[in-house]
C-alpha cells in the first residue's frame, strides 16, 4: 500500500485534510494498489499520511457513499469488490448518465471545449502510461459533458468511473485498451459528431463506446 506516492503527486495540500485523504486513497483503489476485499487500516494510513485519526475516519465514510468502501462494526473499513452482475449494473447506469449528460451538454459546448477536447485527445493518443492515460481520457469524457451544468449527474458520473475504472486500468496496458476499444478513432467520431451539432450521433457512438469498455470490464482478472 503506497500511498506515501499518491500523496506526494497530490501536494501541495490546499484542501481540508478529510477531503485530501479521501482523494488520495480514492486514487489508490481506483489504481488497483487497494484491491477489493482489503481491510483499511486507520493507524496505517494516518502514519503513512501524516495526519490524525479523525480525517481518515471521515474519509471513510465519504469513500463508503461512493460505494468504494464498506465500513462493518467491529471490523472496520474493507475496499468493496464488484461481483459481475454488479458491475454490469454500475457500467448500464453509467452508459445512462453519460449519454444523457453529453445530450443536454451538445447545445451549450463552444469552440473553447470542442478545442480542450482536440486537445485532450491527442495527449491521450501519445501517452504510453495506462495510469496516465486513464486520467486523460477521464478529462477528455468531462470536457464534453461538463457544458451541460449539472453538477449532480457529473458527480454521479464520476463516482460511476471510480467504481470500474479500477477493473481496468491495473490489469489491461493501454495498448491492449486501444486494440479492444479503438478508443482514439471512437473519441475523435464522438468530438466530429459534437462539433456538427449532431446530438443523435454523437450520442449513438458514446453509447457503443461504452457498451464496448463494459465488454471489457467484465473480462478482468479481478472478477475470477
Same mark, same amino acid.
Given at each position: 500500500?503506497?500511498l506515501?506516492?499518491?500523496?506526494e503527486?497530490?501536494?501541495?495540500r490546499?484542501?481540508a485534510?478529510?477531503?485530501?485523504?479521501?482523494?488520495?486513497?480514492?486514487?489508490?483503489?481506483?489504481?488497483?494498489?487497494?484491491?477489493?476485499?482489503?481491510?483499511?487500516?486507520?493507524?496505517?494510513?494516518s %502514519?503513512? @499520511? *501524516?495526519?490524525?485519526?479523525?480525517p481518515?475516519?471521515?474519509?471513510? +465514510?465519504?469513500l463508503?457513499?461512493? /460505494?468504494?468502501? =464498506?465500513i462493518y462494526?467491529?471490523?472496520?473499513a474493507?475496499? %468493496?469488490? @464488484? *461481483?459481475?452482475?454488479?458491475?454490469?449494473?454500475?457500467m448500464d447506469? +453509467?452508459i445512462?448518465l453519460?449519454? /444523457?449528460a453529453? =445530450?443536454?451538454?451538445l447545445?451549450?459546448?463552444t469552440e473553447?471545449?470542442?478545442?480542450?477536447?482536440?486537445?485532450?485527445?491527442?495527449?491521450f493518443?501519445?501517452?504510453?502510461?495506462?495510469?496516465? /492515460?486513464?486520467?486523460?481520457n477521464?478529462?477528455?469524457?468531462?470536457?464534453?459533458?461538463?457544458?451541460?451544468?449539472?453538477?449532480?449527474?457529473?458527480?454521479?458520473i464520476?463516482?460511476?468511473?471510480?467504481?470500474?475504472?479500477?477493473?481496468i486500468?491495473?490489469?489491461?496496458?493501454?495498448?491492449?485498451?486501444?486494440?479492444?476499444l479503438?478508443?482514439?478513432?471512437?473519441?475523435?467520431?464522438?468530438?466530429?459528431?459534437c462539433?456538427?451539432?449532431?446530438t443523435e450521433?454523437?450520442?449513438?457512438?458514446?453509447r457503443?463506446?461504452?457498451?464496448?469498455?463494459?465488454?471489457?470490464?467484465?473480462?478482468s482478472?479481478?472478477l475470477?
Amino acid at each position: 500500500m503506497d500511498l506515501k506516492k499518491i500523496a506526494e503527486e497530490m501536494q501541495p495540500r490546499s484542501m481540508a485534510a478529510r477531503d485530501w485523504v479521501f482523494q488520495v486513497i480514492r486514487t489508490a483503489i481506483v489504481r488497483g494498489e487497494l484491491p477489493g476485499d482489503m481491510p483499511l487500516r486507520q493507524d496505517e494510513i494516518s %502514519t503513512a @499520511l *501524516s495526519v490524525s485519526h479523525i480525517p481518515v475516519r471521515e474519509a471513510f +465514510r465519504q469513500l463508503e457513499a461512493q /460505494g468504494l468502501v =464498506r465500513i462493518y462494526p467491529n471490523r472496520g473499513a474493507v475496499v %468493496t469488490k @464488484l *461481483s459481475c452482475k454488479e458491475l454490469s449494473d454500475v457500467m448500464d447506469t +453509467r452508459i445512462l448518465l453519460e449519454v /444523457g449528460a453529453l =445530450r443536454l451538454a451538445l447545445p451549450h459546448i463552444t469552440e473553447e471545449d470542442l478545442a480542450r477536447a482536440r486537445e485532450l485527445l491527442e495527449l491521450f493518443s501519445k501517452e504510453k502510461d495506462p495510469i496516465k /492515460g486513464a486520467e486523460l481520457n477521464l478529462k477528455l469524457h468531462f470536457s464534453l459533458y461538463d457544458p451541460c451544468d449539472n453538477q449532480t449527474l457529473l458527480s454521479l458520473i464520476d463516482q460511476m468511473h471510480a467504481n470500474v475504472d479500477r477493473y481496468i486500468t491495473p490489469f489491461f496496458g493501454k495498448e491492449e485498451v486501444s486494440a479492444e476499444l479503438d478508443t482514439v478513432d471512437e473519441h475523435s467520431q464522438i468530438i466530429s459528431a459534437c462539433e456538427s451539432k449532431d446530438t443523435e450521433l454523437a450520442t449513438a457512438i458514446l453509447r457503443t463506446h461504452l457498451q464496448r469498455t463494459k465488454n471489457l470490464l467484465l473480462k478482468s482478472p479481478l472478477l475470477n
